[in-house]
């Protein structure tokens, strides 16, 4: 069994929202009196979870509850969630640039961290300059950096700005400088926030490259924290799902992907309405949307393809007069397209509709139904916007062949054929 190279032990973060300190002047020396005196503080016992998106009824939000982790010597760790998930306050925590409210970190080795966008670097300073600056600011010696400054040079591939001030690098130069110091200089914990995605394909490819040869064959530790379920499932051995600060899952990787897409529930993508939606005209009882092959637990994959199942009850005597229409929204609110069962016509009774979406035709990402309930072609006598949102995950794409997203949101696949001259 490998050896535990990194413990968290019940970690909490809390913050004050909007002001430094307390807030008052009798506040910072209550809890001054009680540090003295070695008592808990007293502000420890109020705070709410941290949900960005409500107005909490606390000045204190916890950005972390009592998070216990351990890693093993070689393992790679996934940290997935929500923006506002408390993953880069933790990844700061385990980087010392901040400390816990409660709670302790143990660590054996160095610990090298990749936050932000030329995080420890001076702008007025060559590349050249920074590698060393950071270099030292992670306990290397001069020699030991200097064995390395070629391979940094090299890997970043900002050979001919290395004499350039940082400051005149793009953001995209910054993080290639910036990881090929923390990757090469041997840390034996790397830290690793989205900041990749600033790096474009050819960069990701090399950096997913190397920290898998950190992990797998120098046998070093790696926490990445990443929105692209793509690489987290390509990357790691085990990962944890963060939601308002609290850890609320924790085991394999495609486990934990799967968890956190489908936001905890028992079932994803599924919708059952019972009698809430029950007209005049018809009755609708639930809607489904999963990839053909796979189960409606699954995580919904864009190289399958996806079927959108609606089950509803018609009660009038004409129904080749109604159809319904769906509009398929992005997670900006933008209009993709709309699509209806015209070329299925309606029958009186119990209805189980089924559209297919063919494989490859959307995007990775979230998308959000609007369901209408429309007469002669015209009249939408029933709409129910964003009744359903599904999120669509990286299929098999090799990671490294590309690791973003493709430009837009569809994918069609148009027919080619070649033409004698």
Request: hydrophobic residues 40%.
């Amino acid at each position: 069994m490998s050896a535990i190279i990194l413990k968290i032990d019940n970690i909490s973060k809390q913050y004050r929202l909007g002001l430094v300190g307390t807030g008052t002047l009798s506040d910072d020396l209550k809890r001054w009196w009680f540090r003295i005196l070695k008592k808990p503080d007293p502000f420890l016992k109020v705070g709410t979870i941290n949900d960005r998106s409500k107005k909490s009824d606390s000045n204190y939000i916890w950005a972390l509850k009592n998070i216990n982790i351990e890693v093993e010597e070689g393992e790679v760790l996934g940290i997935i969630g929500k923006n506002g998930a408390g993953k880069s306050t933790l990844l700061k925590i385990l980087s010392r640039i901040t400390m816990p409210t409660t709670g302790v970190v143990k660590s054996k080795g160095r610990i090298a961290s990749l936050l932000e966008v030329g995080t420890g670097f001076h702008p007025e300073l060559t590349g050249k300059e920074n590698i060393y600056l950071n270099g030292a600011i992670l306990g290397m010696t001069k020699a030991e950096i200097k064995e390395k400054e070629t391979a940094i040079i090299e890997f970043s591939g900002c050979q001919n700005y290395i004499d350039t001030p940082v400051k005149r690098y793009s953001s995209g130069m910054r993080v290639r400088l910036a990881f090929a110091v923390a990757a090469f200089l041997e840390p034996d914990i790397l830290v690793i926030d989205e900041v990749l995605a600033v790096g474009d394909a050819e960069f990701q490819k090399k950096a997913i490259g190397k920290m898998q040869d950190i992990s797998r064959g120098e046998g070093r530790t790696v926490l990445f924290v990443s929105h692209n379920m793509a690489s987290v499932k390509a990357l790691c051995t085990r990962a944890i799902v963060l939601e308002h600060g609290e850890m609320v899952f924790e085991g394999g990787t495609d486990e934990a992907v799967s968890f956190y897409l489908k936001g905890g529930a028992d079932l994803i993508n599924h919708r059952q309405f019972g009698n809430t939606i029950n007209k005049e005209v018809f009755q609708l009882h639930h809607i489904s949307i999963k990839n053909t092959t796979r189960a409606i637990e699954d995580a919904i994959v864009e190289d399958e393809a996806i079927e959108l199942k609606t089950a509803l009850s018609f009660k009038a005597s004409n129904p080749e007069d109604y159809h319904i229409t769906y509009h398929l929204f992005n997670e900006m609110g933008e209009a993709m397209f709309s699509f209806s069962n015209t070329s299925e016509p309606l029958q009186k009774g119990n209805n189980v509709l089924c559209c297919y979406l063919p494989k490859g035709f959307l995007q990775s990402g979230q998308y959000f139904l609007s369901f209408f309930f429309v007469k002669d072609r015209r009249k939408a006598i029933f709409i129910e916007k964003d009744i359903m949102s599904f999120v669509v995950a990286d299929g098999k794409r090799d990671i490294g062949v590309y690791m973003g997203k493709e430009p837009g949101y569809i994918r069609p696949q148009f027919k080619w054929e070649r033409l004698d001259d």
